[in-house]
């Protein structure tokens, strides 16, 4: 059984050895090396950044003879984390208090001719509301390792593109990592959803149309038995609206900490609403998820989930903005009645548990610095036996605190 009060994205850590301590020391040499010959290029179209921090418009650029320009990119970050109600989870590193590194990471990518590739090195943390933190040098060993995002892409025309590899997800409002959004910390809803996954993507985009599907391992499990789709319509120039989805078309019995049984093994579907107009941007979206019953792989029973986030940024000033989020999830699923041999399958906080979560993130950036500081409150009904916060799993609040400062190049 799991040692987390739910089971999502960063459930079941178990501690293994540390291989990741160098990763900052070498990526630094790696940036001053390729610095050498370098020139300074225009804003780059990965990774995506749909938060208050904006992209560097000038990442280092060098000739690489028939590769042509080789773009090199990255960001450098040090977190702080401050939290009630602890939950005791052992090898990940969670405690009430912690400083550590939150992004020392180098992107290295060419973005023209026919054929392209996108590497995203180094080490991370993935701070989410309602999970335990998990130390980046942990993170970086038990989810998705040091090279996390990797895919070579072909551009068959302007319109179509394929891209192969280890592919950030279609599904979900809020990216992988602290810096490519409106907070530092991802959401109740993102807990749900996969986050990186290897597979094969084709995408098509003309006029204020643009499509995607995508022959995926889903939550990272190493079988390839999941379909991801997106479709999206600019409505304007200020609004566009999104559904996407993904789901698996066969059982897998694999579970681990970076590949939840259950989600692995159903499917979920986002509509998304995107609204941005001068200094300010509302984007709402509404998630629905659900598992059936596998008994023969674990899954007594059948589950599901349904909510609804706000994501909010607003732009005071080239330097400051604010970023916040407003969520709401509730898990739903079938009882075992007397049943003795049979466990609930559990989606959040227990069968039929749910929460909400506010977070407050203000920001401040000039040219390559960033400082944010973020405030965030989750609140859990209706948990499971000792499935809740704290060290005993009972208490069905928690308060974080975390600051974020850092460097972009």
Not at 92 to 108: M, P, Y
Not at 236 to 254: H, L, Q
Not at 382 to 409: C, I, N, Y
């Amino acid at each position: 059984m799991t040692q987390y009060s739910n089971d999502s994205k960063a459930r079941k850590e178990a501690a293994l050895p540390a291989q990741s301590k160098k990763i900052p020391q070498v990526l630094a040499g790696c940036a001053a090396l390729l610095a050498a010959g370098a020139v300074w290029g225009e804003a780059l179209p990965a990774p995506a950044f749909s938060g208050v921090l904006r992209p560097i418009e000038d990442p280092i650029s060098v000739d690489a003879g028939p590769l042509g320009s080789v773009y090199i990119s990255g960001q450098v970050s040090a977190l702080g984390i401050f939290q009630n109600n602890t939950v005791n989870a052992p090898g990940t590193g969670n405690r009430s208090s912690r400083f550590d590194i939150g992004n020392a990471q180098l992107e290295v990518q060419t973005t023209e001719g026919p054929l392209q590739f996108y590497l995203q090195a180094g080490t991370y943390a993935l701070p989410s509301l309602g999970n335990p933190y998990v130390q980046s040098s942990k993170a970086v060993d038990q989810l998705y390792g040091p090279l996390p995002v990797a895919y070579a892409k072909v551009v068959v025309s302007p319109e179509l593109n394929v891209m192969v590899g280890a592919l950030p997800t279609l599904i979900g409002a809020e990216s992988t990592f602290t810096f490519q959004n409106v907070n530092i910390q991802r959401g109740l809803l993102w807990n749900q959803e996969p986050a990186i996954s290897r597979g094969v993507q084709v995408s098509y985009a003309s006029g204020p149309v643009s499509a995607s599907l995508s022959l995926n391992d889903g939550y990272y499990s190493n079988k390839y038995n999941w379909v991801s789709g997106s479709l999206s319509y600019a409505i304007d120039t200020s609004n566009s609206v999104s559904f996407v989805g993904g789901g698996s078309f066969s059982r897998n019995a694999e579970s681990s900490s970076v590949t939840p049984l259950a989600q692995n093994n159903g499917y979920i579907v986002n509509l998304i609403y995107t609204h941005s107009a001068g200094a300010l941007s509302l984007t709402p979206y509404f998630q629905y998820s659900r598992v059936g019953s596998h008994p023969a792989i674990g899954l007594d029973r059948s589950a599901e989930t349904f909510g609804g986030a706000l994501l909010v940024k607003y732009d005071f000033s080239s330097e400051w903005s604010l970023g916040a989020r407003a969520e709401y999830i509730k898990a739903r699923g079938k009882g075992c009645d007397e049943d003795t041999l049979c466990t609930p399958t559990n989606l959040l906080y227990g069968a039929n548990s749910g929460a909400w979560s506010l977070t407050l993130t203000p920001t401040f950036q000039t040219k390559r610095f960033f400082a944010r500081g973020e405030l965030a409150y989750v609140r859990i009904q209706k948990p499971g036996v000792d499935a809740a916060f704290g060290g005993d799993g009972t208490r069905r609040g928690q308060v974080r605190a975390l600051a974020e400062v850092g460097l972009r190049f």
